[in-house]
């Protein structure tokens, strides 16, 4: 089971660091992925196992990180400079088959094979 945390309302240029959490994730590669009202869901982050590969879209690159604690079975999402368009709902997803490069490119969701609940993100003023 994954969890979200970390989620809430923040101003437009502010900053928000996403939790995801489970009882073990080091042999999985974690992707993120948002869905905003009335749009189809985006991937826009992940990482291997080994946290040796990362890809991000273009819509949030040099703007979130992703990373990796397995010790304590959390991936983290921190995201800077954050603007209205962020706004939704952001999911983890885990890859069972955490050794290859992972990849959030459309159609990628059928990789990922356990998601969380998801937690919302707000940017407004």
């Known amino acids: 089971q994954l969890v979200e945390s970390g989620g809430g309302l923040v101003q437009p240029g502010g900053s928000l660091r996403l939790s995801c959490a489970a009882s073990?994730?080091?042999?999985?590669?974690i992707g993120w992925f948002r869905q905003a009202p009335g749009k189809e869901r985006e991937g826009i982050a992940c990482?291997?196992?080994?946290?040796?590969?990362?890809s991000y879209a273009d819509s949030v690159k040099y703007r979130f990180t992703i990373s990796r604690d397995n010790a304590k079975n959390t991936v983290y999402l921190q995201m800077n400079s954050l603007e209205p368009e962020d706004t939704a709902v952001y999911y983890c997803?885990?890859?069972?088959?955490?050794?290859?490069?992972?990849?959030?490119?459309?159609?990628?969701?059928?990789?990922?094979?356990?998601w969380g609940q998801g937690t919302q993100v707000t940017v407004s003023s």
């Open positions: 997803a885990a890859d069972m088959m955490g050794w290859r490069p992972c990849t959030v490119l459309a159609g990628s969701e059928n990789r990922y094979d356990y």
């Open positions: 990482i291997s196992s080994g946290a040796g590969y990362t």
């Open positions: 073990t994730l080091d042999h999985y590669a």
